[in-house]
């Protein structure tokens, strides 16, 4: 069983429309969540960052992390096609030295059609 | 853009060669870690440097070896390439927990 799960999609939605994405992970040392998105031939790109359970929104993004379930989401409203993209999940737990793997999703594929 | 960069862009080499990648760390930070991502997957954890020492690996061989120096920028090594390290290679800067990734050398192995 992989330590972080994501549904790799893809998902394809009309413009407009709220996209939820979803990671289930099986740590219950991870501290750290974070949202990526990556566009194709292109790094990571840092969108959301929360510590420990609780939501954070920025713009029309918002990140939820539910501990106890060990599931996290991020949602967007107001989907446009610059959002087409893929969306990645990681966490990591504090590890020796201040050493901090992340551990990420396998990534899901998103298209927002006009 | 984050300001990390990494060099080459691209890169072809053969089974058995050896490759050196390089990464610029965002002004300010300490610490660079480096992931492999094969096509269609999440990126790989395979070491993290703070102050040019190694202070965490994933579970990669040890053909793989990396280097900081003392401005925090960092170097990927590998040995003995084989197929499957063909593979988009990225480098994070980071001061805290929040980790800034460049733009990737993608690496094929013929």
């Known amino acids: 069983q992989k330590e972080v799960e994501q549904d790799p999609g893809p998902l394809s939605v009309p413009e407009g429309a709220i996209v939820s994405l979803n990671c289930t992970y099986s740590?219950?040392?991870?501290?750290?969540f974070m949202w990526y998105r990556q566009y194709s031939r292109k790094g990571p790109e840092l969108l959301m960052y929360t510590y420990s359970s609780g939501n954070k929104e920025d713009g029309r993004f918002t990140a939820q992390v539910d501990k106890s379930s060990k599931y996290i989401s991020l949602f967007i409203r107001d989907s446009q096609p610059s959002d087409s993209a893929t969306y990645l999940c990681a966490m990591s737990a504090l590890g020796i030295q201040g050493a901090q793997k992340l551990v990420f999703g396998q990534g899901t594929r998103l298209t927002i059609n006009p | 853009e984050t300001g990390v960069t990494q060099s080459p862009t691209h890169l072809i080499k053969t089974r058995g060669q050896q490759v050196t990648l390089r990464c610029s760390s965002q002004?300010?930070?300490?610490?660079v870690s480096w992931y492999q991502q094969a096509l269609g997957q999440g990126p790989q954890f395979i070491f993290q440097y703070y102050r040019e020492e190694e202070n965490g690996r994933g579970n990669f061989p040890p053909r793989f070896s990396g280097l900081q120096f003392p401005n925090y920028s960092s170097e990927l090594n590998v040995n003995a390439l084989e197929l499957d390290d063909s593979a988009l290679y990225l480098c994070?800067?980071?001061?805290?927990?929040?980790?800034?990734f460049g733009p990737g050398t993608r690496l094929t192995v013929t």
């Open positions: 994070a800067s980071s001061a805290e927990y929040e980790q800034y």
């Open positions: 002004s300010g930070h300490n610490t």
């Open positions: 740590n219950s040392a991870f501290q750290y």
